[in-house]
């Protein structure tokens, strides 16, 4: 049975490669995109997007809604720092044919999902915003989902904006607080997990070279500012995929090695732990467990499920 997708993206370089997976994967079938506050300019992340289906090969086919341009309640932030301006560090890609749907993210979201209960698996790549808004407005559509894939947070780990958390809850820990609560079938794909286990090495980023086809031409371009941060942050060869580790087990679950279901929640008030997931691996929170958050992935499988779709 083919994966009904929607993803939820905030377009930089690995929410793109994500995107790729979702598209040219076998396995599924992508029939929205939700654009979402994050990493880039707004308008900036909306072309990103319209490209990147179009290096697809889908330009035209799926349909883009442009949802919240800020956070419920944090200060408006992104991660341009992180991108480059254009979220793809200067590649300077040429603008898409295809436009963006008249119809909001939220209003979409809400919409789909009830036209077809149980169906969609959605990939949460951004902050949580736009879903945050949709299970605010109509409840009902956090049972109406098959699963929701969410990269975000840390298990209980340092992140990557500050030492308590990573980017997507940061920019919004309000609505990734919403969200995690609402009742949606959650998995999470954690930002220390991307660090330990889903990185591409330099050799590893050769034999993507090696393809040369046009979607592999496109993931060399956008992705050498990702290497150039990752070296000179964090000290490591290569680049990190945390977006598309979320696609590739939305397409191919046997990537899951290990995955434990624990209660989560996220600080909103903290003055130096804002954006923090709580994973009470303990069990002293006295709450039932609302989220599967992947500890163990194949990795050969999700460079080899990269390799597949760039071909």
Same mark, same amino acid.
């Given at each position: 049975?083919?994966?009904?997708?929607?993803?939820?993206?905030?377009?930089?370089?690995?929410?793109?490669?994500?995107?790729?997976?979702?598209?040219?994967?076998?396995?599924?079938?992508?029939?929205?995109?939700?654009?979402?506050?994050?990493?880039?300019?707004?308008?900036?992340?909306?072309?990103?997007?319209? @490209?990147?289906?179009? %290096?697809? *090969? &889908? !330009? #035209?086919?799926?349909?883009?809604?442009?949802?919240? /341009?800020?956070?419920?309640?944090?200060?408006?932030?992104?991660?341009? @720092?992180?991108?480059? %301006?254009? *979220? &793809? !560090? #200067?590649?300077?890609?040429?603008?898409?044919?295809? /436009?963006?749907?008249?119809?909001?993210?939220?209003?979409?979201?809400?919409?789909?999902?009830?036209?077809?209960?149980?169906?969609?698996?959605?990939?949460?790549?951004?902050?949580?915003?736009?879903?945050?808004?949709?299970?605010?407005?109509?409840?009902?559509?956090?049972?109406?989902?098959?699963?929701?894939?969410?990269?975000?947070?840390?298990?209980?780990?340092?992140?990557?904006?500050?030492?308590?958390?990573?980017?997507?809850?940061?920019?919004?820990?309000?609505?990734?607080?919403?969200?995690?609560?609402?009742?949606?079938?959650?998995?999470?794909?954690?930002?220390?997990?991307?660090?330990?286990?889903?990185?591409?090495?330099?050799?590893?980023?050769?034999?993507?070279?090696?393809?040369?086809?046009?979607?592999?031409?496109?993931?060399?371009?956008?992705?050498?500012?990702?290497?150039?941060?990752?070296?000179?942050?964090?000290?490591?060869?290569?680049?990190?995929?945390?977006?598309?580790?979320?696609?590739?087990?939305?397409?191919?679950?046997?990537?899951?090695?290990?995955?434990?279901?624990?209660?989560?929640?996220?600080?909103?008030?903290?003055?130096?732990?804002?954006?923090?997931?709580?994973?009470?691996?303990?069990?002293?929170?006295?709450?039932?467990?609302?989220?599967?958050?992947?500890?163990?992935?194949?990795?050969?499988?999700?460079?080899?499920?990269?390799?597949?779709?760039?071909?």
């Amino acid at each position: 049975m083919t994966l009904r997708l929607i993803h939820d993206v905030d377009t930089a370089q690995d929410d793109a490669f994500a995107l790729l997976i979702g598209m040219r994967h076998p396995n599924s079938n992508v029939e929205a995109v939700t654009v979402n506050y994050g990493n880039v300019n707004f308008d900036q992340m909306v072309e990103n997007t319209l @490209y990147t289906i179009e %290096v697809a *090969g &889908f !330009g #035209g086919k799926i349909p883009v809604y442009e949802g919240c /341009r800020l956070p419920l309640i944090a200060p408006f932030d992104d991660s341009s @720092y992180v991108h480059g %301006v254009d *979220g &793809f !560090g #200067g590649a300077n890609f040429p603008k898409a044919k295809q /436009r963006s749907e008249s119809e909001n993210a939220v209003a979409a979201l809400i919409r789909l999902i009830n036209e077809n209960p149980g169906e969609f698996t959605i990939i949460a790549q951004a902050p949580l915003t736009n879903l945050a808004c949709a299970v605010a407005a109509d409840r009902s559509i956090a049972g109406k989902v098959k699963d929701l894939v969410v990269m975000g947070g840390t298990n209980n780990a340092v992140g990557n904006v500050t030492a308590a958390a990573e980017a997507n809850f940061w920019h919004d820990p309000e609505a990734a607080k919403i969200v995690l609560n609402a009742g949606f079938p959650v998995t999470l794909v954690t930002w220390d997990l991307t660090m330990t286990q889903g990185r591409f090495n330099e050799a590893q980023l050769r034999q993507i070279d090696e393809l040369d086809t046009p979607q592999s031409r496109f993931f060399a371009k956008a992705n050498r500012a990702s290497v150039e941060y990752v070296k000179k942050t964090h000290g490591v060869e290569g680049s990190t995929h945390p977006d598309s580790i979320a696609a590739a087990i939305a397409v191919e679950p046997s990537i899951i090695k290990k995955a434990t279901e624990y209660y989560v929640d996220i600080e909103t008030h903290g003055s130096i732990t804002q954006g923090y997931m709580l994973v009470d691996a303990v069990r002293r929170s006295g709450h039932e467990p609302n989220a599967r958050v992947v500890e163990e992935i194949d990795q050969d499988l999700f460079f080899e499920t990269m390799l597949k779709v760039l071909s």
